[in-house]
C-alpha cells in the first residue's frame, strides 16, 4: 500500500530528564501513541496517531509531557489550509466519508458572541441576588391562553386543569446523548446530578438502563427513528417524551452506533444483538408527514395516559419556523431545536459543518414566528447547540427560549478536550466509549459533583444577571429582546434575531 | 417582520381617591393633591381620570380624541361615522392656561354601536371598541385617542399637572373616582398622548416606575391583538388589565396575584389547592408578570386599585375615610385633601381595593369629607 501522506497534527514533547519511565503516558492513552522499549529504557512517540486529547499530558506525574499543534506545516495558502489538503488525503486513502464527532467548527458566525446584555441604572434600580429572591423555576410543556381561578372564601382556587407540565429549578438541563454513544457512568452521572439540580437529563435515543429508572422524575426519555430500547415502561419511566426526528450536528442523518460499542448491557438496553451496528434510519419509517406526525405524538401521549408532556425535537434548518408551526399545531408540548454547532457522537464531516444553521438565528425565527401565529403558549421552546457558558444561556432566553440543552459543556465539565474523536469509541478520558478499561475513568461520584457544580455556577451567575437587569423572575427575561442589543451584525441579520443594535 | 422596540421610561407622581358612596365632587381637590407631589414631576406631562362625569351620556363610548392636524381628524372622523354611531361631538373644553403650550386639536365624541354590526362581524361590543381604538392610534397618522370608556374621561396633556387640570377645566367636572398623575420623563418624546393616565374602555391606569419586563409583556400582548403603540410601559399594563379582567374574567383579586405574583418560597408553603392556583396561574401567566419597580392605581367603572410590584421598588400609601379610599405615592397628598381615619402601607406586591357600592344600595349620607 501507498505510504499515507496524512501528517501528523500533533507533536509530543517529552522532556526526557524529568521523566522517570513510569509508563504513566502509555496505559493513559488509548490511541497507543506512547510506547516503552525496554532494552534502551526509552519512551517512544508515534505522533501520527495523537489525536490532542491531552490524557498524557494531565496524568503526567512529573509534567514531562506536552502536547502542542505540530511545527511541520505545509505552505500556508488561503484556499488550502491542511484541514482540506488532510481530508482530501483520507478520502484518496480509504475512499471513504469523512466521520467526525462534536458539533460544527467551521467559522460560522457565533451570534451569542455579537449580543451584549443590558443592566439597570436609575430609572429602575437594580436587584441585589444575595438579598433578594431570584427565580429561575421553568415550565416545559403546553400552557392554555387563559386560566379560571376564583376566589373562594378570600382565597384562589384553580377551577382549570392544566396539560402536564415538567418543573425545572434552573432553565438548563442536559442534553440528549445516549447510553451507547456515552458510557454507563457517565449516564449515571448525568442522571444523578439532573436529580440534584432539580432539572432533566436526556436519555437521547439509546433506551433507558434498568439502573436509571429510579431516576425517572429528571429523566426526558427519548423515541427516535431507531426506537431502540422504546418500550410502554420505559415510555412512563420518564417524566416526558421527546421524539427525535433530527439532530443539529446531523440534520438529516439517523443516529449511528457502531456494533463494537454494543456490549451485553447496551445490547439490553437497546433490544439489539450484541455487536451489531445501531443505526436509526434517516427518516422515521411511521412519519413521512406532518399529519404522519400527530399520530405518533397521539400515540405516545395515549402510551403515557396525557401524564406526560411530548415534545419534538428537529434540527434547525431553513424552514424551521414553519415546520415547528406545525409540530406545535400536531399536537407537541414542547419543540427542541437543534443548531448547527449542536454536538454529536459521530456524523459525516460534511454534514456536520454545513448543514443547517446556528441555533441563534432558528431560535429568534422560530419564537417569531410562533406569537405571530399567537401559539406560543401552545408548547415550550428548548433549545440546543453549542452552549459555552452561562451568558449564551441568558441571551437564548432573552430571544425567546424557555430552556437550553447543554451537552457538549456537560461532557467537558467531566474532563472531555473536544478532541473529536467519540466516533473511534477509544475516548481517552472514558466518556465515549464502552471499554470497561476507559469507561472507569469517569468516576459517578465525582462527575455527578462536577456536574452539578457547573449547573449551580451557570445558575448563580444567570441570577446575578437577571438582578442587574433590574428582573426577579426568569419569565421576565423569557423572549424580551430589549434587554438584547447587537454588535456589528448588518441589518438583515438584526432583523431576523429581533434586536436594535448597541446604540440604538 | 417589523419591530418596535421604543421603550419611554418615566418615574412619576400619582395619586387618586373614591367615593365608595359615588359622591361626586369637582376637580379642585384631586389637583391639590397632585400638585403637592410636583417635586415628583418635571413639567413633561399630566394627566387625570375620572369617573361618573357624563351622567347624561352613561351609556355612550366617550371618545376623547387628540389630533396633530385637521387631516388626522377628518380621517378619524370618517372612521368613526362608518363604524359607530355619533351621538354627539364637541371640542373638548379648554381654557388658556400658562405653562399648557401648543395644543393639538382635542376634540369629544359620544358614540353608540349599532348592533347590527356587531351581529355582522359576530363581534362582542367591548372587542370592537377595543379594534377600534387599536386601528384608530396604530393606522391614522396624528390621531390619538385619550380615551373610550363610558361615563368617564382621560385628561392629559405635557406640562405640570396642576396646568393641565385647569387647562381641561376639572373644576367644572363632578366626579366619584378621581385619578392624577404627574410625569418625570427620562426620555422625553413630549408628547401629549404620551401623558399618563392610559386607558381602554372604562380602565384608566397611572404609574410610577418602569417595566423591566417590558420587552415580554408587549410581545406577549401582541399575541391576543393588543397593539402597543404609545411606547410606554404603562399602555402595555392597560391592556394586560384588559386581557385578564374583561376577556378573561378573573376578579381584580386574581389578576393582581399574576401580574404581581408572590414569589415560589411563598407559593411553595401554601396549602395544596392554593398552591396548586398559584402555580398555574405563573405557569400560564408568567409572560404578563410585571417586573421592575412599579407603583400603580388602576380606575375602572365599578372602582379603584392600587398596587405595588413584588418587592416594593415604589412608594405606595393607602388611606380611607369615612366611604373615601385614598391612593398616593406620598402620605402628604393625601393628608393634602383629607384628615383620614387610617393611614397604612400595602406590602410589596399587595392590592389595595375598593370598590362602588351598587347604585341601588347607596343611601344618601353627608357630602365627602373632602377639605378644598
Redesign the interface.
Known amino acids: 500500500m501507498h505510504k499515507s501522506l496524512i501528517k501528523a497534527e500533533f507533536q509530543v514533547e517529552r522532556d526526557d530528564y524529568k521523566c522517570i519511565r513510569c509508563r504513566v503516558c502509555e496505559r493513559q492513552c488509548s490511541f497507543e501513541v506512547h510506547s516503552y522499549d525496554a532494552d534502551a529504557d526509552r519512551m517512544f512517540e508515534d505522533e501520527l496517531k495523537c489525536v490532542g486529547c491531552q490524557r498524557c499530558v494531565e496524568y503526567c506525574p512529573t509534567r514531562a509531557l506536552s502536547v502542542q499543534p505540530h511545527k511541520s506545516t505545509i505552505r500556508p495558502h488561503g484556499n488550502w489550509p491542511y484541514r482540506a489538503v488532510k481530508d482530501i488525503c483520507k478520502q484518496a486513502e480509504t475512499g471513504g466519508m469523512l466521520l467526525s464527532s462534536t458539533g460544527d467548527e467551521l467559522h460560522h458566525r457565533i451570534y451569542w458572541d455579537h449580543l451584549v446584555l443590558n443592566a439597570?441604572q436609575?430609572?429602575?434600580?437594580s436587584?441585589d441576588p444575595l438579598r433578594?429572591?431570584m427565580?429561575l423555576?421553568t415550565?416545559i410543556g403546553r400552557?392554555?391562553?387563559?386560566?379560571?381561578?376564583?376566589?373562594v372564601n378570600g382565597?384562589?382556587?384553580?377551577k382549570?386543569e392544566?396539560p402536564p407540565?415538567l418543573t425545572l429549578e434552573t432553565p438548563m438541563m442536559f442534553g440528549a446523548m445516549s447510553y451507547g454513544a456515552i458510557s454507563y457512568n457517565v449516564c449515571q452521572s448525568l442522571a444523578r446530578a439532573a436529580t440534584a439540580s432539580g432539572t432533566m437529563y436526556n436519555t437521547g435515543e439509546g433506551g433507558l438502563h434498568r439502573d436509571f429508572y429510579q431516576y425517572g422524575p429528571n429523566t426526558i426519555v427519548q423515541c427516535a427513528s431507531g426506537r431502540f430500547g422504546v418500550h410502554r415502561e420505559y415510555l412512563n419511566a420518564g417524566a416526558a417524551v421527546e421524539i427525535k426526528v433530527g439532530q443539529g450536528a446531523k440534520p438529516g442523518i439517523g443516529g449511528h452506533v457502531p456494533g463494537e460499542k454494543v456490549d451485553k448491557e447496551i445490547s439490553i438496553t437497546r433490544m439489539i444483538p450484541v455487536g451489531t451496528d445501531a443505526l436509526s434510519p434517516a427518516p422515521h419509517h411511521d412519519i413521512y408527514s406532518i399529519e404522519d406526525l400527530r399520530q405518533l405524538i397521539y400515540a405516545l401521549k395515549e402510551a403515557v395516559e396525557y401524564k406526560k408532556p411530548v415534545g419534538v425535537k428537529i434540527a434547525a434548518v431553513h424552514n424551521a419556523a414553519a415546520i415547528a408551526s406545525g409540530i406545535v399545531r400536531a399536537g407537541a408540548d414542547f419543540v427542541t431545536l437543534d443548531g448547527l454547532r449542536g454536538g454529536t457522537g459521530a456524523a459525516p464531516t460534511r454534514t456536520r459543518d454545513s448543514v443547517g444553521m446556528p441555533i441563534e438565528l432558528a431560535l429568534a425565527a422560530v419564537d417569531?414566528r410562533l406569537?405571530e401565529e399567537?401559539i406560543?403558549?401552545n408548547a415550550s421552546l428548548i433549545v440546543a447547540g453549542g452552549f459555552r457558558n452561562s451568558t449564551d444561556v441568558v441571551k437564548a432566553i432573552a430571544l425567546g427560549a424557555d430552556a437550553v440543552y447543554i451537552g457538549t459543556a456537560a461532557l467537558i465539565s467531566l474532563g472531555c478536550t473536544v478532541c473529536q474523536k467519540c466516533y473511534t469509541g477509544k475516548c481517552p478520558w472514558g466518556i465515549t466509549t464502552q471499554d470497561p478499561y476507559l469507561t472507569k475513568r469517569v468516576n459517578p461520584e465525582i462527575g455527578t459533583q462536577r456536574l452539578t457544580n457547573l449547573l449551580r455556577a451557570w445558575s448563580l451567575e444567570i441570577k446575578e444577571i437577571l438582578g442587574g437587569?433590574?428582573?426577579?423572575?426568569i419569565?421576565?427575561?423569557?423572549?424580551?429582546?430589549?434587554?438584547l442589543r447587537a454588535i456589528g451584525l448588518n441589518e438583515r441579520e438584526l432583523?431576523?434575531l429581533?434586536v436594535?443594535h448597541a446604540g440604538e | 417582520m417589523h419591530y418596535r422596540f421604543e421603550k419611554d421610561m418615566s418615574a412619576c407622581g400619582l395619586t387618586g381617591f373614591i367615593s365608595r358612596n359615588r359622591n361626586r365632587v369637582d376637580g379642585e381637590a384631586i389637583m391639590s393633591s397632585i400638585c403637592n407631589m410636583d417635586e415628583r414631576s418635571n413639567g413633561q406631562g399630566g394627566g387625570f381620570a375620572a369617573y361618573g362625569i357624563y351622567p347624561e351620556h352613561k351609556d355612550d363610548y366617550a371618545f376623547h380624541m387628540l389630533y396633530t392636524d385637521a387631516d388626522a381628524k377628518e380621517a378619524t372622523e370618517k372612521y368613526l361615522d362608518r363604524h359607530f354611531l355619533i351621538i354627539e361631538d364637541d371640542e373638548l373644553p379648554t381654557r388658556k392656561t400658562a405653562g399648557i403650550v401648543d395644543p393639538p386639536l382635542i376634540w369629544r365624541y359620544f358614540l353608540n354601536v349599532d348592533e347590527e354590526v356587531l351581529h355582522m362581524n359576530a363581534c362582542d361590543e367591548e372587542d370592537y371598541v377595543v379594534n377600534a381604538v387599536m386601528f384608530i392610534n396604530a393606522e391614522i397618522p396624528g390621531a390619538f385617542v385619550m380615551s373610550s370608556g363610558k361615563n368617564m374621561g382621560a385628561f392629559k396633556a405635557v406640562g405640570f399637572p396642576g396646568a393641565v387640570g385647569r387647562f381641561y377645566k376639572l373644576d367644572e367636572y363632578k366626579a366619584w373616582t378621581w385619578i392624577a398623575h404627574g410625569r418625570f420623563p427620562t426620555n422625553t418624546p413630549g408628547w401629549w398622548g404620551g401623558a399618563h393616565p392610559f386607558t381602554l374602555l372604562d380602565w384608566s391606569i397611572v404609574h410610577n416606575g418602569e417595566i423591566s419586563s417590558y420587552g415580554i409583556n408587549k410581545r406577549y400582548l401582541e399575541m391576543f391583538g393588543y397593539k402597543a403603540t404609545l411606547m410606554t410601559d404603562t399602555e402595555v399594563t392597560a391592556y394586560l388589565f384588559d386581557m385578564l379582567l374583561r376577556r378573561h374574567k378573573l376578579s381584580i383579586e386574581v389578576a393582581t396575584m399574576a401580574i404581581a405574583a408572590p414569589f415560589w418560597s411563598q407559593i411553595d408553603h401554601l396549602p395544596e389547592e392554593e398552591r396548586k392556583a398559584l402555580t398555574a396561574l405563573r405557569q400560564v401567566y408568567g409572560s404578563g408578570l410585571l417586573n421592575g419597580p412599579f407603583a400603580f392605581i388602576l380606575g375602572h367603572k365599578d372602582g379603584m386599585v392600587g398596587i405595588n410590584d413584588r418587592i416594593k421598588l415604589r412608594p405606595l400609601v393607602a388611606a380611607e375615610k369615612g366611604d373615601i379610599l385614598y391612593i398616593a405615592n406620598e402620605e402628604a397628598a393625601i393628608r393634602e385633601i383629607a384628615s383620614p381615619d387610617r393611614v397604612w402601607m400595602p406590602t410589596a406586591g399587595e392590592p389595595v381595593i375598593a370598590n362602588l357600592k351598587p347604585e341601588k344600595d347607596i343611601v344618601k349620607e353627608a357630602p365627602s369629607c373632602i377639605k378644598v
Open positions: 439597570s436609575v430609572t429602575n434600580p436587584i433578594e429572591p427565580e423555576r415550565f400552557k392554555p391562553d387563559q386560566v379560571d381561578v376564583q376566589l382565597k384562589p382556587v384553580l382549570t392544566l407540565q417569531q406569537r399567537g406560543r403558549n437587569m433590574g428582573i426577579n423572575a419569565e421576565s427575561l423569557r423572549g424580551n429582546r430589549l434587554h432583523d431576523v429581533g436594535m
